[in-house]
């Protein structure tokens, strides 16, 4: 399967600033995803991260609070901006990995907003 | 989008006793049900999946069943061990692949020695 990095794992940051997390690939990949996991809680889909194209994102979620960039096959960031502490989170990338079109995730980021 | 409930939310059993994860799904066009293993710390790692062209599936001491009528498939561990310990999320795609996963609220399963 691919091997899936983040950057950073994790950080500490004030209210109202704004993050990037980016997502490397070791191979091409079509599909990428980032979710949201709160603490003791399952893992929410945000957005799909479409190459050459803006993301899809799901409900709840829009581009304001969460832009995302996909500028190749085997990158993508995912930016948290104006954080308040609701935004305290893990934060995942995932991929579909060919030739199963299995999904699988990088380790996480780890986002404390103070 | 697709709601995938999950039960139990906590399960204990004795080592070698076997542990049964339920999901039910609520869109009927899901084709895609993969299981997740997440140890603490650690991201979620894929165990076990299954397409709706098949109603079983196994590997080992895993196995899924999944029953398209229903909208329900099952997680079943036999011979449990200490290190199956874990939160074990189920999830549904709409579609063959398993682009927009949409993830069950997770089981605690905790094996007892």
């Known amino acids: 399967s691919a091997v899936i990095s983040q950057k950073p794992s994790r950080d500490i940051c004030q209210r109202g600033t704004s993050l990037t997390i980016q997502c490397q690939v070791d191979s091409q990949v079509t599909m990428m995803f980032w979710y949201r996991q709160q603490p003791g809680q399952s893992l929410t889909l945000i957005a799909t991260?479409?190459?050459?194209?803006?993301?899809?994102?799901e409900s709840g979620f829009v581009i304001d609070k969460f832009p995302i960039s996909r500028p190749n096959l085997t990158f993508s960031t995912l930016t948290v901006s104006n954080m308040s502490p609701e935004d305290s989170s893990i934060y995942l990338c995932s991929v579909e990995d060919p030739p199963w079109r299995e999904q699988f995730f990088g380790p996480g980021t780890r986002l404390t907003v103070l | 989008g697709e709601n995938v409930e999950q039960h139990p939310s906590t399960l204990s059993v004795q080592e070698g006793d076997s542990a049964v994860i339920k999901c039910t799904y609520s869109d009927s066009a899901s084709n895609y049900f993969p299981w997740y293993k997440q140890e603490l710390g650690k991201r979620p790692q894929l165990i076990i999946d299954i397409r709706s062209n098949v109603g079983e599936k196994k590997d080992q001491r895993i196995a899924v069943t999944l029953n398209k009528t229903a909208k329900h498939f099952s997680l079943h561990i036999t011979e449990t061990q200490p290190e199956d310990s874990a939160v074990y999320f189920c999830a549904a795609s709409i579609g063959t692949g398993a682009n927009n996963l949409f993830f069950g609220t997770g089981t605690r399963l905790t094996v007892i020695p």
């Open positions: 991260a479409n190459q050459g194209s803006e993301a899809t994102y």
